[in-house]
């Protein structure tokens, strides 16, 4: 039991450390699936940890392909890294797996909207941030939050 709660905070701190630069997140939630495998040893964990490695090499990939912008031309703040990332993952709750996506622009319009005031300034801004960088973010948080679902369904399904 003690096992599961840790290795959901580690999880938690990976998802959280994409919107932080310098934290290792990817790596973190990799750990996590790793660490969760070689202590349960069952095909379900082993499965994870293999489609998890998939996923992220995908990102990878996908991150490399991606044009190299500055979050911080934008004018994006770490206020709004914050409500972006809380936004993903509400959206991953009440919508699974796709949801991460418009939850993560909605917290980004609404921190921009909190900012600014209005409504076309905050469309603006987070049209900017998500041209600067948002997509490459939210291709990374999108794979961490991917991978951290399928390990809780996992323990939750009783996959332990």
Do not use: K, N
């Amino acid at each position: 039991m003690w096992q599961e709660v840790l290795l959901g905070g580690v999880f938690a701190f990976g998802c959280a450390g994409v919107l932080v630069p310098g934290v290792p997140g990817r790596w973190l939630v990799w750990a996590a699936m790793l660490w969760w495998a070689l202590h349960e040893r069952t095909g379900l964990a082993w499965t994870l940890l293999v489609c998890s490695t998939a996923v992220l090499l995908l990102v990878q990939i996908v991150l490399w392909l991606m044009p190299a912008r500055r979050i911080h031309d934008s004018g994006a703040t770490g206020r709004t890294a914050a409500w972006a990332g809380a936004g993903a993952v509400a959206g991953f709750v009440l919508v699974p797996v796709i949801g991460a996506i418009p939850g993560f622009m909605a917290g980004v319009y609404l921190c921009e909207r909190r900012r600014l005031g209005g409504h076309g300034q905050a469309v603006a801004a987070t049209r900017q941030v998500m041209r600067a960088a948002g997509a490459s973010v939210l291709v990374e948080l999108f794979g961490c939050l991917l991978i951290t679902g399928a390990w809780l369904g996992a323990v939750l399904a009783g996959g332990t």
